[in-house]
């Protein structure tokens, strides 16, 4: 139970005292014969003649959450970037790939005897591995050799384009992959876990609790000449951001937003009926199969939480680690005092763990009571005054709740207390990756 169940009332995150002016206006279903398998642990890879050969297939375990009669996949996006989609030519031509041959012929894809190719760099290995992990389900595997011989096996896990083992992959089945493989781009090559909708059977739609952020939609076309390489802002695309996708300012993305505006798929994307309204999108800028990303706070990474008045973060006071340490605010300077983990205790509920003195945020006594100090203390099952809500202001940023809500002053060092939450820019806050 939160405090604004207990009490009727929520508090918010400040600084004492706060400034008096308002300021200017932050998976994958499978088929129903599969259920939630276990991810690609990050970083890992399947080493073959110590070569390494990119994404590699998970094994079965249990999932819930999934709020649909489908059965549940869950996967990691951390392709850093796709091989061949900065030319004028798309992935078809330059890079080997063939639509008119299965991807288990010969002549599939450039290696051998033309040394050129996907198969010739470990990024377009990368690359390959998620067309194949894309494209055939789990438990089919392609093996090919690049140009000194080297055999590498690619190992299918979601299956939109089964068709493409051995035979065509026509107009349908390249929209399906290209819409799927630009879903797992992650520029800075970091894996994270993601839930996603579409219109394929391999994907399916329904939402999962553990995965609260709609981040945004993505189709196209990459096999085409040139290729067509789209994405669209989700609702929440500005929220639970993670290093290397939308939100952050991902550098050196091989898609772009197509749509003028806010870029927001809701305006120019037709959206999925009931039952499953609010799911994603079938259709967006001419294409009509689209792949619909959920994300969480990435629980690996270290975020900055900044004030919006006046840009200083959250910080400990002096640096200290221990209980009882006071939270203030200090110009970020990129200490790991200054970092904070942000993991999901429960839907809609967070705890926020200092990097440093791995102690959470918690307030004085556990109290909402107005005024009351912000602070460091161990992590306990039992304190909802350590559970925090990030509910959006609409423009980028966060106010804190039902834990508390915090404001700031415009000086080094201040205390972070409790307030009830009026508006002021004080009481909002961004959070991002922190560098």
């Not at 349908?172 to 819409?179: D, F, G, K």
């Not at 876990?193 to 579409?198: E, F």
């Not at 951001?241 to 772009?256: D, E, N, S």
């Amino acid at each position: 139970m939160n405090y604004a169940e207990v009490t009727g009332e929520q508090k918010h995150l400040l600084v004492f005292p706060p400034r008096v002016t308002q300021g200017a206006p932050l998976f994958m279903r499978a088929s129903t014969l599969r259920r939630l398998r276990t991810v690609l642990l990050p970083g890992s890879v399947l080493l073959v003649s110590c070569q390494s050969v990119g994404p590699t297939a998970v094994t079965g375990a249990e999932a819930s959450g999934s709020g649909t009669a489908e059965s549940d996949l869950l996967t990691i996006n951390g392709l850093p970037m796709i091989n061949g989609l900065t030319m004028t030519n798309g992935l078809s031509l330059i890079n080997g790939l063939t639509m008119t041959n299965g991807l288990t012929m010969t002549n599939g894809l450039a290696g051998i005897p033309s040394g050129m190719g996907l198969l010739t760099s470990s990024s377009g290995r990368d690359t390959f591995g998620y067309l194949v992990r894309c494209a055939l389900p789990l438990g089919h595997t392609v093996v090919k050799q690049d140009q000194n011989g080297i055999a590498y096996p690619f190992l299918g896990q979601i299956g939109v384009a089964p068709e493409w083992e051995s035979g065509a992959c026509d107009q349908t089945c390249q929209e399906n992959i290209s819409a799927c493989v630009l879903a797992h781009v992650n520029t800075s090559g970091q894996h994270i876990a993601l839930w996603l909708d579409s219109d394929n059977p391999a994907i399916g739609y329904g939402r999962n609790s553990n995965f609260p952020y709609q981040e945004g939609s993505f189709f196209g076309n990459i096999f085409a000449s040139p290729p067509t390489a789209y994405f669209c802002n989700g609702k929440d695309f500005e929220l639970g951001v993670v290093p290397g996708r939308l939100g952050v300012g991902q550098p050196g993305a091989p898609y772009k937003n197509p749509f003028a505006g806010t870029g927001y798929c809701q305006d120019s994307c037709t959206a999925v009926p009931a039952p499953h309204a609010g799911d994603g999108y079938k259709s967006c800028g001419g294409f009509n199969h689209v792949v619909t990303v959920w994300r969480n706070f990435d629980p690996t990474t270290s975020y900055k939480i900044c004030n919006r008045s006046n840009g200083q973060c959250l910080d400990t006071y002096l640096g200290r680690t221990a209980d009882l340490t006071r939270i203030v605010t200090k110009t970020y300077s990129g200490a790991s005092s200054q970092k904070w983990r942000i993991v999901q205790f429960s839907p809609g509920n967070y705890k926020l763990t200092n990097l440093k003195a791995n102690r959470v945020l918690d307030v004085w006594g556990g109290v909402p009571v107005e005024g009351v100090e912000t602070l460091l203390y161990g992590s306990s099952t039992l304190a909802t005054s350590q559970l925090w809500n990030f509910l959006p202001t609409g423009d980028g940023n966060y106010r804190f709740t039902p834990g508390t809500n915090i404001f700031s002053s415009l000086t080094n060092g201040t205390t972070v207390k409790q307030w009830t939450y009026t508006g002021l820019s004080s009481q909002q806050w961004t959070v991002a990756p922190a560098n």
